[in-house]
């Protein structure tokens, strides 16, 4: 198996969401990355970043979120452009993993009409409320009639212990990373925002666009307790990693 780290966009946003010691009105940018794992039985995405009209307008797409987030990318900057730098079509696509529902890993949804999804069964219900605009749910993102798999235990995507969904709650209440298993470069745990920068890891802090702290902590020690285990963390919104991690071709396997 084969996994692309692919361009999703890049938000800019307060810093001190994600940092203590950040200074008033400091503000951070932050890549939003999809990964494309080519497996034997077909091409699975994990998350698809940002719709592509958020570069250009985007409050028409996000509304009030749009002043919180703030996309900060070029127009060709988008995982539809990235997948076709490596030949491949959203017709190529067999599989999409949503981590979760908010508007940059599930934006470019749309595009797969072709692929069976997979997400959270409390995820999914969470979207149904009437109040999930006001917490980053926007309906046009994931609301599409393809086919649909809930989940809500660890669930092995092809049986063979290649991809592992692990569900990791605490930022949304289904919130949840993918455990690649490669044969060359060794496991790698997608952790989405389960894990939004290496610090919220190493120093147990708590995000304040987190839905249950105690959940998430909890999630953080299930996630170290897979690191020790020899799985490198891939962060969901990390700048300095995102600049480490080969990209787009230059893939892992």
């Not at 490596?86 to 981590?99: E, K, R, Y």
Request: glycine share 8%.
């Amino acid at each position: 198996m084969k996994m692309h780290i692919l361009s999703g966009g890049k938000l800019r946003m307060n810093r001190s969401i994600y940092y203590a010691d950040a200074a008033r009105g400091e503000q951070l940018d932050l890549p939003v990355h999809s990964v494309l794992l080519r497996h034997a039985q077909g091409n699975v995405l994990f998350d698809t970043g940002c719709h592509p009209s958020v570069a250009v307008d985007a409050h028409a797409r996000w509304g009030a979120l749009a002043d919180v987030a703030v996309p900060v990318m070029a127009r060709d900057d988008n995982l539809i452009a990235d997948l076709g730098s490596l030949g491949l079509a959203p017709s190529d696509i067999d599989v999409v993993i949503n981590s979760h529902y908010h508007s940059d890993h599930c934006g470019c949804n749309e595009f797969f009409k072709n692929a069976s999804f997979f997400i959270h069964r409390a995820e999914f219900a969470r979207v149904q409320a009437e109040d999930a605009v006001k917490v980053g749910y926007v309906r046009a993102d994931w609301d599409h009639p393809f086919p649909l798999t809930q989940f809500d235990t660890e669930t092995d995507v092809f049986g063979d212990d290649k991809l592992v969904i692990v569900p990791l709650p605490g930022h949304t209440p289904g919130m949840s990373g993918a455990l690649a298993n490669l044969d060359r470069d060794g496991s790698f745990l997608l952790a989405s925002d389960a894990v939004s920068v290496r610090t919220n890891l190493d120093e147990r802090f708590v995000p304040k666009n987190t839905w249950d702290a105690d959940l998430f902590v909890q999630s953080l020690d299930a996630i170290a307790r897979i690191e020790r285990g020899g799985a490198r963390v891939v962060c969901g919104h990390d700048l300095a990693e995102w600049h480490a991690l080969r990209k787009g071709a230059d893939h892992y396997a």
